[in-house]
């Protein structure tokens, strides 16, 4: 029974290049949450996906980032022209078809980016 | 605008103690509260949570205390076992929201 897979587990871009983060939820789940965690600071939520729909973006700045969620595949965080403030670790995390309000999420083992 | 602190960044026990950390919120719209435990490297495990009908919930050595009035939350492990030794953050959520808000964690170590 897979967890939540997150690839690659480390990634370092100069500045200026993209970065792709790839998500696999658990089986069984459509939802897919993105969360960004700086250096000595809590996870931040990002942006929350249900296959082919972004359900809520509000936590994703508005240049450079962009995320999706096809029918077939992983959930992909794309971040274009890195610059060094977008170093730290990026963690996915799913949480199955909703049945009520109290969807436990369970995250990945994260994707570590470091911007030169 | 903090709405989640966790103000002991760090806090040791001996092993067979018990470990409370505490967590403090200023959203009164959160109505539900999760717990997770992270080791270095690895994504945050769900540990526990409570929703705010309740004001107890029991796991194990794993129990969490709600004090909506207080607007204050508080993880008891007992007895502390050194695989303890991890990061623990809250995550409270607003009702109708996906977001989970997270502390900014507090570093439990367990001395054996």
């Known amino acids: 029974n897979a967890g939540v897979m997150q690839n690659p587990r480390h990634l370092v871009r100069r500045r200026g290049q993209e970065a792709r983060l790839r998500c696999s939820p658990m089986?069984?789940?459509?939802?897919v949450y993105w969360y960004r965690q700086l250096p000595e600071e809590g996870l931040k939520f990002m942006v929350y996906?249900?296959?082919?729909?972004?359900?809520?973006e509000s936590g994703m700045p508005k240049e450079r980032f962009s995320a999706e969620f096809p029918k077939e595949g992983p959930s992909i965080l794309r971040i274009q022209q890195v610059v060094r403030g977008d170093s730290a670790a990026y963690f996915c995390?799913?949480?199955?078809?909703?049945?009520?309000?109290?969807?436990?999420?369970?995250f990945g083992p994260g994707t570590r980016l470091t911007v030169l | 605008d903090q709405q989640v602190k966790q103000n002991s960044p760090s806090l040791s026990v001996q092993e067979g103690r018990i470990s409370i950390l505490n967590c403090d919120y200023t959203?009164?719209?959160?109505?539900?509260f999760l717990w997770y435990k992270k080791y270095p490297a690895e994504g945050p495990t769900f540990l526990i949570s409570i929703s705010s009908i309740k004001d107890k919930n029991e796991d194990g050595r794993f129990t969490v205390f709600l004090n909506k009035s207080a607007k204050h939350l508080s993880l008891h492990i007992v007895p502390s076992q050194p695989g303890d030794s991890a990061v623990y953050f809250c995550a409270p959520r607003s009702s109708g929201t996906y977001k989970y808000i997270f502390g900014t964690g507090t570093r439990l170590k367990v001395l054996a």
């Open positions: 996906l249900q296959k082919e729909n972004i359900i809520d």
């Open positions: 089986k069984g789940h459509s939802h």
């Open positions: 959203n009164s719209m959160f109505d539900y």
């Open positions: 995390a799913s949480s199955p078809p909703s049945r009520g309000s109290t969807d436990t999420q369970y």
